[in-house]
C-alpha cells in the first residue's frame, strides 16, 4: 500500500500546484496511520490526481503573457495541429531591426517565445540564393543554387508539402513574388533551374494544394506551349482570381489568386495589403480541414530592396510582413493548436544599420553587395513545439523539426 502511494508521490515533487501540495501533505500523514485508514487515504489519494484532469485543461489563458505559458507548457507535450512556416526573403538582423524601429520600436516577431539561429550555406557554396534555401525547409536536405527541390544530382525531393497533402493535410502557398519563383516554388515543384518558371507552373497541377496566391500570371496562360493552366484549375473545381481584392469573397474550398503578370507590385508602389489580409484568408479555408493545415507565407520583397541596395524598399516590405505575422499570431494564439515559425532563406545586402534617430526618423543604412550574404538568420517561433527551434541549427533542421513535431 505504502509502494503503491509512493509511485505516484513524485508527480507531487515536481509540481507548485496548491491543490496538489495540500494532496502530497495529505500523503505524509498517511505515513503515520493505520492500514486501514492508509487505504482510505490512497483511495482519495487517487480520486485528487484522477479528477484533476491532465496538466493543460487546468490553466486557463487570460492574457497574452498567460497564453506564451501555455504554450510553453503545450510545447513539450502536444503535437501541433497547423504549422505555418513564414519566409522573408532577405531577412536578416538588420532587415528586421530596421523595421522594428522605422515602426515605433515595436514589432510583432517580440511576441515569439523562442529565437534562434540558422546557418543558411547551401552544399556548394558559402552563399545559398532562394531556391536552395527553400529547398532546405522544403525537403530537409542542402542542394546547389538554383535548384528546386531537387538534390545534387537532380533528383527530385518529397517536399513537405506534398508529404502533408498526402497524410490529408490542406496547404497553402502565399508570396509576394511570382508564385513560381524560387522560394514558393521550391514547396511543390521539382526542376533542376529556377528559371524554369512554365514548368514550375505545370508541376503546380500535379499537387493539389488548396490555396495558392501571389504573382506570375504569364506562367499559367501566356505559355510557349499555347496551354492555359488557369482553366485547367477551373475544371478542377478551383475559384481562380486575378484580382485579390475579390478574390477575398470567394467561398469556395480551393482558391487561386493571381495577381499580377510576374511580381506583385511593390507596397509602396500600391500592392495594398495582398500579404496580411490573403492570409488571414488562406486561414479562414485551410481551417476547415479538421485534419490540420500547413500554409507557407512568403515576404518576397525585403530580399529585392536588398538587391536593390534601397533601405526604404526593405523598411516598407518588412512591415508588410510584420502585418502578415501579426495576422498569424492572431489565429494561432485563439486556436492554440498552431506552430508558427518564421525564419529567413538568406540575408541580402550585407545591410548594416548606420542612420536614423530614437523617435524612428530616417531609419536606414548602408550595404556592403547587391547579393546575398552567409550572414546566420534569426528564427522566431509560437505554439506548440516552439522550443525545438532555439539554438543555432543549420537551415536543414527547420524541415526535420517541424516533421519530428508531426509525427511523420
Ligand atoms: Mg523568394
Ligand atoms: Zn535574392
Known sequence: MVLAAFFTCPKYFLTKEDPQRHTFRLFLAALTLSEVKLKVLILLLGYCLWGQGPLEAQ???SSPRDRTQVNRRMSREVKPRNVILMIGDGMGLAQITAGMYANGNRIALEKFPVVGLVKTASARDLITDSAAGATAYACGQKTYNRAIAVDTNRRPLRTILELLEEEGYSTGLIATSSITDATPAAFYAHQPDRKMQEEIANDMLKVRVEVFAGGGRRYFEARSDGRNLLEAFRIMGYDVYTDWRQALGSRADRLVCL???????????????????????????????????????????????GHANDDQYIISEMLDFNDAIENVLDFAMKDGQTLVVVTA??????????????????????????????????????????????????????????????KL
Open 259 to 305: 495577381a499580377a503578370e510576374d511580381g506583385l507590385p511593390r507596397v509602396s508602389e500600391g500592392r495594398g495589403p495582398f500579404l496580411p489580409e490573403f492570409t488571414v484568408k488562406s486561414l479562414e479555408i485551410l481551417n476547415r480541414n479538421p485534419k490540420g493545415f500547413f500554409l507557407m507565407v512568403e515576404g518576397s520583397q525585403i530580399d529585392w530592396g
Open 59 to 61: 490553466v486557463k489563458p
Open 345 to 406: 532563406d538568406h540575408e541580402t545586402g550585407g545591410f548594416g544599420l548606420t542612420k536614423g534617430n530614437l523617435k524612428g526618423e530616417n531609419i536606414g543604412g548602408e550595404f556592403v553587395t547587391k547579393d546575398h550574404t552567409f550572414c546566420m538568420v534569426p528564427v522566431f517561433a509560437y505554439g506548440p513545439g516552439a522550443d525545438k527551434f532555439s539554438g543555432i541549427m543549420e537551415n536543414t533542421e527547420i524541415y526535420h523539426r517541424i516533421r519530428k513535431l508531426l
